[in-house]
């Protein structure tokens, strides 16, 4: 079993709906959480943290749920430039490594 | 301000030639990494070095070395390039135990 799953998408959407998808892990020591952005060729960059109680950055929410260990990203009103792959990132406390989600890719459509 | 610079940016190689891989940060951090991505696959740890004079294997080292040259430089060398070994690799670096992790801009290695 791989340590994060996520749905591969794509999720194509049309500018300003909404849409969210989820990444599961398999540690539940796990401690760290992020989300990160990868556009076609370009190298991951980080997003945003996921924090316990949730935590919204502009048009981005992320939620985690320690118990079902699975965090979400939501991006509310879409744009064009939200067209990414989205990787889901996962830490354990003190450990140099991250391990990474495959991506889930969002494609926003005019 | 350069951040995490790898070269080169494309290679090709034969079955059997080896290579080094070049990565160099400027943000002064103590922690480098190199991953390799294939599709489906996402990012998978090769080696790491959480500081200066200190390397360790990740998820997948086989065929893989590092040196660890300096604090600002990381390299990976191929001895021996097999067509396994195509993909895109990333090199990054952090602050130990803290985000976020910065990456360079990639090597995309054809082994042919």
């Known amino acids: 079993r791989k340590e994060v799953e996520q749905d591969p998408g794509p999720f194509n959407v049309p500018e300003g709906a909404t849409v969210a998808f989820n990444c599961t892990y398999s540690n539940s020591a796990s401690q760290s959480f992020f989300w990160y952005r990868q556009d076609c060729r370009k190298e991951p960059k980080l997003l945003m943290s996921v924090y316990s109680s949730g935590n919204e950055d502009g048009r981005f929410t992320a939620q985690l749920n320690r118990a079902s260990q699975y965090i979400s990203l939501l991006i509310r009103d879409s744009k064009l430039s939200d067209s990414a792959t989205y990787l889901c990132?996962?830490?354990?406390?003190?450990?140099?490594?991250?391990?990474f989600g495959a991506g889930t890719t969002v494609t926003v459509r005019a | 301000n350069a951040g995490v610079t790898q070269t080169p940016k494309f290679q090709v190689l034969k079955t059997g030639q080896s290579m080094t891989l070049q990565c160099a940060q400027d943000?002064?951090?103590?922690?480098m990494y190199w991953y390799r991505q294939d599709p489906g696959m996402g990012l998978r740890l090769i080696y790491y070095?959480?500081?200066?004079?200190?390397?360790d294997k990740g998820e997948v080292p086989n065929g893989y070395n590092v040196s660890r040259l300096n604090k600002r430089e990381f390299s990976l060398r191929l001895e021996s390039a097999a067509p396994s070994q195509t993909s895109v690799y990333f090199c990054a670096s952090s602050e130990p135990g803290r985000q976020p992790q910065h990456f360079g801009d990639g090597t995309r290695l054809s082994i042919l």
């Open positions: 070095s959480a500081s200066e004079g200190t390397t």
């Open positions: 943000m002064n951090h103590n922690s």
């Open positions: 990132v996962v830490n354990m406390l003190n450990d140099y490594k991250l391990s």
